[in-house]
């Protein structure tokens, strides 16, 4: 890694500390620079502003969610297996994390940009894993070879996106998203989903 690199990681962590502690609308690029103890003009070196700063936290994680699952899948033995660390890394995410993904704002009729954006760095990067997945399923014979990989992909993500739509609703309803035990009901209903779609691929 490159001096630059570190230095970004730097940054982002510092960012990310500064997000879990105060929010994202609260945060403020003079409170990271002075954080690091450096100057808000080095800080804009790096990154143009605080949402390029937030999208690359949020890279950051699932990036490092990612390639956890990803290496996994390479020696998993079963469908079952891989959707069952799948869970569990998600799970340990969401727990984690909750504070980055815009709960409530998936709630509304038209998500900010950075939502947006944030959203669609997400969804290509679990279309990379489970066309990556269900490929694998096909060539163990878990999987029937008449599904495409990325078409069955891309409508899995779909899939699940409505589910969190869905628990962003409940949440803004009253649903406490920060409760251990509701996040783990709703990883729970996704491996119900999971399970009842990959079921349907044999």
């Known amino acids: 890694m490159g001096e630059q690199d570190q230095k970004r990681e730097v940054i982002l962590e510092a960012a990310l500390k500064r997000f879990k502690r105060f929010g994202l609308a609260k945060t403020t690029m003079e409170e990271i620079a002075k954080d690091l103890e450096i100057s808000k003009g080095s800080l804009y070196y790096y990154f143009p502003d605080k949402d390029s700063i937030y999208v690359g936290v949020v890279e950051r994680i699932v990036s490092q969610c990612f390639t956890d699952v990803s290496g996994f899948?390479?020696?998993?033995?079963?469908?079952?297996?891989?959707?069952?660390?799948?869970?569990?890394?998600?799970?340990?995410?969401?727990?984690?994390?909750?504070?980055?993904?815009?709960?409530?704002?998936?709630?509304?009729?038209?998500?900010?940009?950075?939502?947006?954006?944030?959203?669609?760095l997400v969804h290509q990067s679990e279309m990379r894993f489970l066309s990556a997945w269900i490929r694998k399923g096909i060539a163990d014979g878990e999987i029937a070879a008449k599904h495409d990989p990325e078409r069955t992909a891309d409508l899995l993500v779909h899939v699940l996106f409505g589910l969190w739509v869905v628990w962003c609703k409940w949440q803004a309803a009253g649903y406490e998203l920060q409760s251990t035990d509701n996040i783990k009901e709703f990883m729970s209903r996704e491996g119900m989903v999971l399970t009842i779609f990959f079921n349907g691929l044999k």
């Open 73 to 120: 899948l390479e020696t998993a033995v079963s469908v079952q297996e891989v959707m069952e660390r799948y869970l569990s890394v998600k799970e340990r995410i969401l727990l984690d994390y909750h504070f980055l993904f815009g709960i409530h704002e998936w709630v509304s009729d038209k998500p900010s940009s950075l939502m947006r954006q944030v959203g669609e």
